[in-house]
């Protein structure tokens, strides 16, 4: 190419910058044409993601098969507890229990309020149009979220509070931590902690014995079950294995720290005598594990 301002210089073509008319749809080129690096997606490549699947997979049954699932205890429609969703909704759920969010305002709370929060998060990206990133910057977006977020912290502080102040008056024991107190008593006596595992059943002693009856008249079968195996109270079977005699006598009387209330007056009220409330604590001590 020229490199004077002569007009008259000879001009030398290096290169061709020209772009030329496509053919239509070029068709890419076959793996074939890479030899060594490349290879076939159908069975080569797809097979290998098939064996590392099935790889983990047997991974996860050898993982189920050998630490079985710990299950929670059986259900029980006579028990009573007190609902609590899952932490990460537990702001809604103390929402839901303020005045102007629920009873004759329960429309405004869970559509009204929810309805414009949501609204305003499909909105945002419309009406917060700034090129500004920096949060310091852009005072009112950054504003409404620390604001949000100090509302979720306070309202899921307030309904965990809520919720351990009715387990502390109503002396219920979560689930939850019934489960660690059963797998530390068993890790202590050496048996399977995890409920995945089942334990032998503990047979009820004498049967026949007449307290079982005087079990059923001071209505002990309401929490404790016909059976001994609990309802909305704890099995008695094995109880012998954790007190005496002198020790159910005196939970019968006295109650049991605060989760059983004293039931002498009302077997007493049911028909019972003192010496049928003591052979009643009598054959409960033998209720044990070992017994035979």
């Given at each position: 190419?020229?490199?004077?301002?002569?007009?008259?210089?000879?001009?030398?073509?290096?290169?061709?910058?020209?772009?030329?008319?496509?053919?239509?749809?070029?068709?890419?080129?076959?793996?074939?044409?890479?030899?060594?690096?490349?290879?076939?997606?159908?069975?080569?490549?797809?097979?290998?993601?098939?064996?590392?699947?099935?790889?983990?997979?047997?991974?996860?049954?050898v993982l189920t098969i050998a630490e079985p699932a710990p299950l929670w205890f059986p259900a029980n429609p006579s028990a009573s507890i007190i609902p609590m969703p899952d932490?990460?909704?537990?702001?809604?759920?103390?929402?839901?229990?303020?005045?102007?969010?629920?009873?004759?305002?329960?429309?405004?709370?869970?559509?009204?309020?929810?309805?414009?929060?949501?609204?305003?998060?499909?909105?945002?990206?419309?009406?917060?149009?700034?090129?500004?990133?920096?949060?310091?910057?852009?005072?009112?977006?950054?504003?409404?979220?620390?604001?949000?977020?100090?509302?979720?912290?306070?309202?899921?502080?307030?309904?965990?509070?809520?919720?351990?102040?009715?387990?502390?008056?109503?002396?219920?024991?979560?689930?939850?931590?019934?489960?660690?107190?059963?797998?530390?008593?068993?890790?202590?006596?050496?048996?399977?902690?995890?409920?995945?595992?089942?334990?032998?059943?503990?047979?009820?002693?004498?049967?026949?014995?007449?307290?079982?009856?005087?079990?059923?008249?001071?209505?002990?079968?309401?929490?404790?079950?016909?059976?001994?195996?609990?309802?909305?109270?704890?099995?008695?079977?094995?109880?012998?294995?954790?007190?005496?005699?002198?020790?159910?006598?005196?939970?019968?009387?006295?109650?049991?720290?605060?989760?059983?209330?004293?039931?002498?007056?009302?077997?007493?009220?049911?028909?019972?005598?003192?010496?049928?409330?003591?052979?009643?604590?009598?054959?409960?001590?033998?209720?044990?594990?070992?017994?035979?």
């Amino acid at each position: 190419m020229a490199h004077g301002k002569n007009s008259k210089e000879k001009v030398v073509y290096v290169g061709d910058s020209r772009v030329k008319k496509g053919a239509g749809f070029v068709t890419p080129p076959d793996y074939t044409a890479y030899p060594g690096k490349s290879e076939a997606f159908i069975p080569n490549f797809l097979l290998k993601e098939w064996m590392v699947g099935v790889v983990v997979l047997v991974g996860f049954l050898v993982l189920t098969i050998a630490e079985p699932a710990p299950l929670w205890f059986p259900a029980n429609p006579s028990a009573s507890i007190i609902p609590m969703p899952d932490w990460y909704f537990l702001f809604l759920y103390q929402y839901l229990k303020m005045p102007y969010a629920s009873g004759d305002y329960i429309v405004l709370g869970t559509i009204g309020v929810t309805g414009v929060a949501f609204g305003s998060l499909l909105l945002a990206p419309f009406l917060d149009t700034g090129k500004e990133r920096r949060f310091y910057r852009r005072p009112i977006a950054s504003s409404l979220m620390i604001l949000s977020l100090i509302a979720c912290v306070y309202l899921t502080n307030s309904a965990w509070t809520h919720y351990k102040a009715e387990l502390a008056e109503t002396g219920q024991v979560p689930e939850n931590i019934q489960r660690e107190e059963k797998a530390a008593e068993n890790r202590a006596k050496g048996l399977p902690t995890t409920s995945g595992n089942q334990q032998q059943e503990i047979a009820i002693v004498d049967k026949e014995n007449p307290a079982m009856e005087s079990f059923k008249k001071a209505g002990c079968i309401s929490c404790h079950a016909a059976d001994l195996k609990g309802a909305s109270g704890p099995s008695l079977r094995g109880v012998g294995d954790k007190h005496d005699k002198a020790a159910i006598l005196k939970i019968i009387k006295e109650g049991f720290e605060g989760k059983m209330p004293a039931m002498y007056d009302s077997a007493i009220a049911a028909g019972l005598t003192d010496k049928d409330i003591d052979n009643l604590a009598d054959w409960l001590s033998k209720q044990k594990a070992e017994a035979k």
